[in-house]
């Protein structure tokens, strides 16, 4: 049986800081497309691409970011969203895709902004699955300032024990692989680079002023997020993604992968309730 996705790991040195980065790809002739995955998350969040008829023959690469999963970092302190980008452009020129479709969740979706911003040109399209562009979507890493702790291991312990008992769709599953997903030392320099950029980054003026399509996607347990209808206004395709929280991938990656596939094939307007 041929392998679906190719298994890299690429070395290059960003900030003075080595890295080993883990990455899950495969070739194609159509547009490619770069994943981004969550705080807590790693590459195979978006391994399923290869079993969705609809995105045969695009190329795409999938990563674990610096301080998580199998990704190896020299220097888990000099981790925030600005090394995340240049990370990011680092394994685009390994890969070898110059313009691409992008798509980032949470951490990875702030991650995907900035690069957005800083190369607007070499983007097709920007999915936005929860991705932080207000302060009210801090509500993971604002908890670094919220319950404060003497040392890192606890903090990162008492964050576990909260998300696991979160009343939120798939919050006890994300729990239960944080330790083995995330270093220890990686949880507060990336938790306070997203906060500072969500509270003082203009985030918003950003996405919207983005030149080319972009949706968000949020479950509909987070439809009460305050600029839902203001970003549909400025031409922002919103996904409502059903009996799902912070995590669709987790709750309903069937109905994940049927939107970004709408909408990369520009078939949808607004996914959500009648």
């Not at 993971?140 to 909260?162: A, G, V, W």
């Not at 799902?244 to 970004?260: L, R």
């Amino acid at each position: 049986m041929p392998q679906e996705f190719t298994q890299s790991e690429f070395s290059f040195t960003v900030d003075g800081t080595v890295l080993e980065v883990a990455a899950i790809h495969r070739e194609g002739k159509k547009a490619p497309i770069l994943f981004l995955h969550g705080f807590g998350s790693t590459k195979e969040d978006y391994a399923d691409i290869v079993r969705y008829a609809e995105f045969s023959g695009h190329p795409f690469i999938a990563y674990d970011a610096p301080g998580c999963g199998e990704t190896r970092c020299a220097d888990l302190s000099k981790i925030c969203i600005p090394f995340l980008v240049d990370t990011a452009l680092a394994v685009l020129e390994r890969i070898g895709f110059e313009r691409f479709h992008l798509v980032g969740h949470s951490m990875g979706g702030l991650t995907a902004l900035m690069l957005a911003h800083r190369h607007p040109e070499r983007v097709l399209s920007f999915v936005d699955i929860e991705g932080n562009i207000a302060p009210e979507d801090c509500f993971l890493s604002r908890q670094m300032i919220e319950y404060p702790r003497d040392n890192s291991t606890q903090f990162f312990d008492d964050f576990i024990e909260r998300t696991r008992h979160a009343p939120a769709y798939a919050s006890a599953l994300y729990a239960s692989s944080l330790r083995y997903k995330v270093r220890n030392e990686a949880v507060s320099p990336i938790f306070r680079s997203m906060v500072d950029l969500s509270d003082n980054g203009d985030l918003m003026a950003k996405f919207l002023g983005l030149p080319f399509p972009r949706m968000f996607m949020y479950g509909d347990q987070n439809a009460s997020l305050s600029y839902l209808k203001h970003i549909e206004k400025q031409g922002v395709v919103l996904a409502e993604i059903k009996d799902s929280g912070h995590f669709p991938m987790y709750s309903d990656p069937v109905a994940m992968w049927q939107a970004i596939a709408a909408f990369h094939q520009g078939r949808l307007t607004f996914v959500g309730k009648d």
